[in-house]
């Protein structure tokens, strides 16, 4: 039989990211393939983990037992790096994901980007630059946690209202607008004009850039806000092409 879709390995640092971001890691992850492996680690024992134990069951993730064997130390990080590269060389993963904000993953992520197997990244904002870019692409969980309301009352969906940024903002970024002119650029024809598709492709290849960080789903729709670009949509095919408005 042929594999219909990618499969991928979600590895949880349950120490280091919160359990209400899981449903948006998960639904981030659906959207290029099977997350068919869902380990989380940390020692079970203590009760800073006990809002994991819900969350384990509801997304069928399997709990890996981790005890502190010395104090100060985190034995965590060495079993997950262990059994990532264990996986890597006994099953047929297509892309791996390690959800934490700690930088001691960014060797294990950078020997699987050596063997050509894209590394989702998944942290918080004060996530070390090193590890969010060792990672094909980096997420914010703050862009996808769910939170929570006061006792007895629903929980309130952070992901249906996501803080956009501005295209004042984003213009404002040095690092967002030098990734996508470069994108433009390395991607343009001869008349200035670079398929969307194409430039989506350079920056995933060459960056951990991802649209939800700056609250928006599509990098159309970012394109469209930051107005640094002429944009034209064919008629028939519905593609976007953009150009940079500086030379034109």
């Known amino acids: 039989m042929t ?23 998960i639904n981030e992850l659906s959207k290029y393939g099977i997350v068919n492996i869902r380990q989380a680690y940390g020692n079970w024992t203590k009760d800073n983990l006990k809002n994991w134990e819900d969350k384990l069951l509801e997304f069928a993730i399997k709990p890996i037992q981790q005890f502190d064997y010395s104090k100060n130390k985190n034995a965590t990080d060495i079993l997950m790096t262990i059994d990532a590269i264990d996986l890597l060389h ?7 994901a390690f959800a934490t904000s700690d930088s001691d993953f960014t060797p294990v992520v950078m020997r699987v980007q050596a063997e050509g197997i894209k590394v989702f990244g998944f942290g918080e904002k004060k996530t070390p630059k090193p590890f969010m870019a060792a ?19 629903e929980p309130i969906d952070v992901m249906q209202a996501p803080v956009k940024k501005s295209g004042k903002e984003m213009r404002s970024d040095t690092w967002l607008v030098n990734v996508l002119r470069t994108a433009v650029e390395q991607t343009m024809d001869e008349d200035g004009w670079a398929n969307l598709a194409n430039i989506g492709q350079y920056i995933n290849n060459s960056t951990s850039f991802s649209p939800i960080n700056f609250g928006y789903k599509k990098l159309s729709n970012l394109i469209n806000e930051i107005d640094l670009f002429d944009v034209y949509v064919d008629e028939d095919s519905k593609q976007m092409s953009i ?4 030379f034109y």
Do not use: P, V, W, Y
């Open 3 to 25: 594999k219909k879709e990618d499969h991928i390995a979600l590895f949880i640092d349950c120490d280091n990211i919160s359990h209400r971001s899981i449903e948006g890691i």
């Open 90 to 96: 006994t099953k047929d993963i297509d892309a791996f």
């Open 135 to 153: 990672c094909s692409q980096f997420i914010f969980t703050e862009k996808l946690m769910k939170g929570e309301a006061a006792q007895g009352s």
């Open 243 to 246: 150009r940079n408005k500086r």
